[in-house]
């Protein structure tokens, strides 16, 4: 094989109760990368499509390329690799946009070098390309982009990552309104301290997710999709973010918060009927004051990077 193209996709990080620990991949939007096997010995970063401009080319600082450059190093080779770049996903709206960038990366040059790792031997590398791209080599998007479905990170050190059960039909509704926060300062305005009380009502949330997960227990999942520690700081960015959870539980999504750092807001539901039915009545919500919104609806991914 001497060419390959992959889509990536997004992914909804946190899953409300779990920062930093717990992600899931939706069907769209993604990226796609597009690589050839070149006789150059180099890694070279040929076109970037959608980002304005904005996206370094250099390979080594584009988070695409990076990941690229040390899979290359760590097997050995000095194979060429010629790289493009097809960014479908908006920037700064918390759906995972470096990570599904890193992650097409990451499975094409794996795909074009005859598979030597496994998914979960890339994640690393894709980490780094997190860590590249806001500074944190966290694994909640990139993870569940990578493998699919519903993901947990137990640990990051020594790194254990779990694929969580996802019950028949779980359908998600995604609402970008076109504002940006960049993830790196989503990040800096959380607080350094947590008070023990908010600490244990937050694990008691990510052991009933999880439980809901593995008994099917939509009520269980919406009852523990609680945030007391990173969503009461984050949600003042995301315009009418109290009312738009209000309409969206009114509309019988089984849970509702922020996708990673936001803006982008997700609600759970039980089918994908509900989801369109949720995303209409928040981006009516959303157009009553002009704000302009991307609406998405879909199942949970459960494939995750795919080759095309």
């Known amino acids: 094989m001497n060419s390959v193209r992959v889509f990536a996709p997004a992914s909804v990080a946190n899953v409300s109760c779990g920062y930093d620990v717990l992600g899931f991949a939706v069907h769209e939007p993604g990226d796609e990368v597009v690589m050839n096997l070149t006789d150059s010995g180099k890694v070279s970063l040929d076109l970037v499509e959608g980002d304005d401009g904005r996206l370094p080319l250099d390979p080594k600082k584009n988070t695409v390329s990076a990941v690229v450059i040390n899979f290359l190093n760590h097997i050995g080779s000095d194979q060429g690799i010629s790289i493009k770049l ?158 738009m959870r209000d309409i969206a539980l009114e509309s019988k999504a089984i849970g509702f918060g922020i996708s990673g750092s936001g803006p982008t807001v997700f609600a759970l539901c039980g089918n994908e009927k509900i989801a369109k039915d949720v995303i209409l009545s928040l981006a009516e919500r959303l157009n009553a004051d002009g704000l302009d919104s991307t609406c998405y609806v879909s199942e949970i991914n459960t494939e995750g990077a795919r080759v095309m």
């Not at 439980?211 to 960015?237: H, N, Q, T």
Request: glycine share 10%.
């Open 86 to 243: 097809y960014k479908k996903m908006p920037f700064g709206s918390g759906l995972g946009s470096s990570s599904a960038s890193a992650v097409a990366g990451l499975v094409g040059v794996n795909e074009l070098m005859g598979n030597p790792l496994s998914r979960l031997d890339l994640l690393p590398f894709a980490m780094e390309g997190e860590r590249l791209a806001c500074g944190n080599a966290h694994a909640d998007n990139v993870a569940p982009a990578l493998l699919g479905g519903m993901v947990l990170i137990r640990s990051y050190d020594p790194l254990d990552v779990i694929t969580l059960p996802v019950p028949e039909g779980l359908s998600c509704a995604l609402v970008y309104p076109h504002v940006e926060i960049p993830t790196m300062e989503a990040r800096q305005i959380i607080r350094a301290n947590i008070p023990m009380a908010s600490a244990i009502r937050q694990w008691g949330n990510v052991g009933g997710l999880i439980a809901g997960l593995y008994s099917d227990d939509l009520e269980l999942i919406g009852r523990s999709m609680e945030d007391v520690i990173v969503e009461p700081v984050r949600k003042m960015l995301i315009p009418h973010f109290d009312e």
